[in-house]
């Protein structure tokens, strides 16, 4: 019989330096370039109407939403799997797969969110008509802020430990957001449907 794994801990925390807060300087600036570019281009932009449809959906709103679904699912998985990780739910202790399961799950989750990202500021661009529309694009500019943020951070040495848990949150809060603000609310208003 196996002995259990002892359970995984999270990194110890040390003391923040203002050094290793300033190598988040540029990952935060380049979020705020990208979220800034996206609103600025979705408002500017004339929409067409239509940028992706899908042979099999009955429109590309419908496209658009289950792509948003499949984004949000993978991102649950993100965060069930960063948790165990991290040590918070304390189960599957130092399982291999793990780490690849949340990487690609992440990788999957970002691609599915490109289609959706496109005929939003394609076809629909930023508005503000009502507050659940408003919402939703202050959102989407802000997802890919911070996810452009998290992947910068990933890459850099001497990150505070708290930086990657916090806009891995971001990201996921933000995606969340999104999700309720489109795809929950166009099955709440119109039914599941393909």
Known sequence: MATPAAPA???????????TTATLIVPFLVACLVAAGLGVYGKLHEPTGIAVNVAGFSSPATVKVWLAT???VLALVQLFTA??????????????????VHRWSG????????PVALHCLYALGFDDYNTRVLLHSLLGCFFYGVFTAKMLILAKKGVPNWAL???????FTALAGLFVTSALWFFT???VKL
């Open 107 to 114: 990788r999957l989750a970002f691609i599915a969110s490109i």
């Open 70 to 72: 499949v984004a949000f």
């Open 83 to 100: 948790l165990v990780m991290y040590g918070k739910i304390p189960i599957l202790n130092n399982a291999q797969w793990l780490g690849p």
């Open 189 to 191: 208003t119109f039914g």
């Open 165 to 171: 848990p916090l806009f891995g949150g971001l990201v």
């Open 9 to 19: 801990t999270a990194p110890a925390a040390t003391p923040t330096s203002p050094k």
